[in-house]
């Protein structure tokens, strides 16, 4: 089964393709791309692969932008950080959904289901895909304001003024460019799901930061990336070394 990867994370490519040879090892994975560029380029050069695993935020935009720009007719199953509610549209389609990170027992489902329903290129029906992919994109609401407690008050502090979040002693806190910080009630992997990741990234396990908070980038011990951030936060400011090039993607973007 040829089998090509549309992925922009590096981690959860990597991972797909690790799952694959293990509970899939039929799966011949033929490349793995990050980019609508990459991928409408793969797909007009190459012969159509049998199935694709595809996500919808890539590096360089949305995933329907390579259906509207190529004659795609693999099926395909989205990996995705979308919520299930959403997700129910692609049912209707036989279009399958795996959510990140992927469990091994939902990929052999998927794959089981693409055995079934598309053994042949036109049984996919893409009718209406371009359309339930923006309607999804346009429902999944980012935060735009954090409710947080300031001694025995409560404040809003809206995205706009958040520097970074970062994790300490069990805690989560919101640090602010105005050098203020505050504990939200949230995991770094719930905010990570809630922020703009065209806004935020999440560099380490203990920190998401923006753009605009990172002064100054330099090299590291074992291919990592050292950040000097403003307001100064002296630890967990470390690009961890999967991510590197996915930071370096998201910060000249």
């Known amino acids: 089964m040829k089998t090509l990867i549309i992925e922009d994370e590096q981690p959860a490519a990597k991972r797909l393709a ?11 994975i033929l ?9 409408v380029k793969w797909l007009c050069n190459f012969a159509a692969p049998d199935l694709i695993f595809m ?3 890539l590096a360089d935009g949305l995933s329907f932008d390579i259906f509207r ?16 509610y959403t997700l129910q549209a692609f049912k209707v389609n036989s279009v399958d959904y795996l959510l990140k990170p992927v469990d091994p027992a939902e990929l052999v489902s998927a794959i089981e289901k693409f055995r079934r329903i598309h053994r042949q290129p ?13 309607s999804m994109l346009v429902q999944q609401a980012f935060k735009e ?15 706009s003024e ?8 069990g805690m989560a806190f919101v640090q602010c460019t105005d050098g203020k910080k505050y504990i939200v009630e949230y995991t770094l992997d719930q905010l990570e799901s809630m922020l703009d990741p065209r806004l935020f990234f999440r560099i380490n396990r203990q920190a998401i930061v923006k753009p605009e908070a990172v002064r100054r980038i330099s090299t590291w011990f074992n291919s990592r990336l ?3 951030l403003l307001p100064v936060h002296e630890t967990n400011n470390v690009v961890s070394r999967e991510r590197v090039q996915d930071f370096k993607r998201w910060m000249g973007q």
């Open 145 to 159: 304001r954090f409710l947080v407690k300031s001694g025995q008050h409560f404040i809003h502090v809206p995205v």
């Open 18 to 28: 690790k799952l694959l040879a293990e509970h899939c090892p039929e799966c011949q």
């Open 162 to 169: 958040v520097a970074y979040f970062f994790s300490e002693d």
């Open 122 to 134: 036109e049984s996919y029906d893409r009718s209406g895909l371009e359309k339930m992919l923006k």
């Open 55 to 57: 996500d919808i935020q």
């Open 226 to 228: 050292k950040l000097e």
């Open 69 to 84: 720009q190529t004659s795609l007719t693999a099926p395909v199953i989205f990996t995705t950080a979308f919520d299930h």
């Open 31 to 39: 490349d793995m791309i990050d980019s609508v560029e990459g991928a």
